[in-house]
């Protein structure tokens, strides 16, 4: 049993769309999280969520938003998409502060 | 602001040859430090950590110990295997938000 899944696994689409990448964690940790893995493995947080509050990192553009249905979600929607969007983008979770993270297989976007 | 350095890869070894793998620190206070791996195609694991000055942490035969006085964290391990052919990011938590920082990344390759 996954505990934190991501979907889809590959998402290739053109510039200009919009696409959603979901997450789902089982654990019942409190926080979420999103991570964005370049070409060299360069790995940035882009977002942490939870049920209290959203912190961006301030370096993300604005056309990536992420929405939270319930504690064990946090999908990342990512509008008008550009090529330099293409990446893996890893969800990931923690029960709190001190914890370690568990994180998702990733999700490979490539932006045509 | 916090930041990790590691070494560059790629490294490349024989098996049983013995690893070590740089990580420094810049960091306000006492950070926990981490090293986490990443095999092909997954997301990234938790491999050991350190919460305080003179720890070791260590697992799978591998081993980092938190130097404060270097302000180091470097991973080892005495006779790879090619199953250790992965990732290792070196990370700490540190920021107001307590959120995890990573290193680049190194990548190793460990050859039969």
């Known amino acids: 049993d996954t505990a934190v899944s991501q979907t889809p696994k590959y998402l290739v689409t053109q510039m200009g769309n919009d696409k959603s990448i979901k997450c789902e964690q089982n654990l019942g940790h409190d926080t979420m999280y999103w991570y964005k893995q370049d070409s060299k493995k360069f790995l940035k947080i882009m977002f942490s969520?939870?049920?209290?509050?959203?912190?961006i990192n301030e370096t993300v553009p604005n056309r990536f938003s992420p929405k939270s249905p319930d504690k064990a979600h946090l999908n990342l929607h990512i509008n008008s998409l550009e090529l330099g969007d293409s990446a893996v983008y890893f969800c990931?979770?923690?029960?709190?502060?001190?914890?370690?993270?568990?994180f998702g297989n990733g999700t490979r976007l490539t932006v045509t | 602001g916090d930041s990790v350095t590691q070494m560059e890869g790629p490294v490349t070894l024989s098996e049983e040859a013995f690893l070590t793998i740089n990580c420094t620190y810049t960091?306000?206070?006492?950070?926990?430090l981490f090293w986490y791996v990443q095999y092909p195609g997954e997301g990234l694991q938790l491999l050991l950590k350190?919460?305080?000055?003179?720890d070791k942490g260590s697992n799978k035969g591998f081993e980092a110990t938190y130097r404060k006085e270097t302000t180091s964290f470097h991973l080892e391990k005495g006779s790879v295997q090619v199953s250790d052919s992965a990732v290792y990011f070196c990370a700490l938590r540190g920021g107001s938000q307590g959120n995890l920082i990573f290193g680049k990344g190194t990548k190793l390759s460990v050859k039969p």
């Open positions: 990931a979770s923690r029960y709190r502060e001190n914890s370690p993270l568990h």
């Open positions: 969520y939870n049920n209290k509050e959203l912190i």
């Open positions: 350190a919460t305080k000055a003179d």
């Open positions: 960091a306000t206070g006492y950070p926990s």
